[in-house]
Structures are given as C-alpha cells and as structure tokens.
C-alpha cells in the first residue's frame, strides 16, 4: 500500500510540478514583455539565453565590429521582425581612425539584414552639420552611410570597438 501510495504521489508530483514550471516560464515571458526595453536582457540570463557579446553579433551580420561604442554591450534582436536595438549608457560621441564621427543616442534601433543596417534611429553623422544616419550598409572594404546622402568610407576605421565621449545633447 506505501509503494502505491508513493507512486500516485510521486506522479501526481511530477504532474503538478511540470504545470508549475510552465506557468514560471510563462509568467517570466510575461514579465519580459512586460518591463523596459533595458531590462529584458536580466530576463533572458534568468531563462538561460545568453547573448554574444555585440561585437560578435554584428560580425555574424558582416558589419564592421566597432560600428557602436564600447559603452554599448547591452542589445536586443528580434529574428522574426530582425529589429536590433541597442542600448548605450549615455549619448556619445566616437571619433574614428579615418577622422570621421558618429554621435550615439541612448538607444540606437534598426532593421537588420546581412551587411546591411536600415531603418536606423539614433545615430547622427557629421557631414556639414549634424545629419541624421538611416542606413548603414558594407561592400568588401567599404562602408556606406546614408545620412541625406551617401558617404562612403574605409571600412577598416570601424574594426576596432572605440570608447564614446559623453555629450550633452544629442
């Protein structure tokens, strides 16, 4: 009688338990969907996906790694819609090797394809004065900024992740 007691015990148990682990799960999606753009990174850690670093993320896409600052290591990416947002902890600017500057907001979005960025919000060049950036996309060695116009620049000035320089205003 104790082995059958404990037998529908311990199934009833694995039933329940089973159930309870679906509804942790659903309620940290909730949760997720719930909170900050910003916050959804400590989400996913807790449900066990873990990011690459951005570096490596943009790599896989075939843009240059040091497209963002070094301050921006938090980022989020939808495969279905292919939204990327990054998060940056303050509006910067970064200047690169080849005297070009981009100016950061706190929170750059766009819609990723393979070597191609568009859709961009966030980002502002200078050209003759500050210009908006909507796309950003590579060919072999080179970069293209699409900021009112095309700028084409060395692709090699972005391979190295650069610190940013706080600003004011962005």
């Given at each position: 009688?104790?082995?059958?007691?404990?037998?529908?015990?311990?199934?009833?148990?694995?039933?329940?338990?089973?159930?309870?682990?679906?509804?942790?799960?659903?309620?940290?999606n909730s949760i997720s969907s719930s909170?900050?753009?910003?916050?959804?990174?400590?989400?996913?850690?807790?449900?066990?996906?873990?990011?690459?670093?951005?570096?490596?993320?943009?790599?896989?896409?075939?843009?240059?790694?040091?497209?963002?600052?070094?301050?921006?290591?938090?980022?989020?990416?939808?495969?279905?819609?292919?939204?990327?947002?990054?998060?940056?902890?303050?509006?910067?600017?970064?200047?690169?090797?080849?005297?070009?500057?981009?100016?950061?907001?706190?929170?750059?979005?766009?819609?990723?394809?393979?070597?191609?960025?568009?859709?961009?919000?966030?980002?502002?060049?200078?050209?003759?004065?500050?210009?908006?950036?909507?796309?950003?996309?590579t060919e072999d060695a080179k970069v293209?900024?699409?900021?009112?116009?095309?700028?084409?620049r060395n692709r090699d000035a972005y391979?190295?992740?650069?610190?940013?320089?706080?600003?004011?205003?962005?």
């Open positions: 009688m104790d082995q059958i007691i404990g037998k529908v015990g311990g199934l009833w148990f694995s039933q329940n338990a089973g159930k309870e682990m679906n509804n942790v799960g659903e309620d940290l909170i900050g753009d910003g916050a959804k990174w400590m989400v996913n850690k807790i449900k066990g996906k873990m990011q690459k670093p951005l570096p490596e993320f943009l790599k896989e896409y075939d843009l240059p790694v040091g497209l963002f600052p070094q301050d921006a290591t938090n980022y989020e990416f939808d495969e279905e819609t292919k939204k990327l947002t990054v998060h940056i902890a303050s509006a910067c600017e970064v200047g690169y090797k080849d005297s070009s500057v981009l100016r950061f907001f706190t929170c750059v979005t766009g819609h990723l394809d393979k070597g191609k960025l568009s859709e961009v919000e966030g980002i502002k060049t200078k050209i003759l004065i500050w210009t908006k950036v909507t796309a950003v996309r293209h900024f699409s900021a009112g116009l095309n700028k084409t391979e190295v992740v650069r610190d940013g320089v706080t600003i004011d205003k962005f």
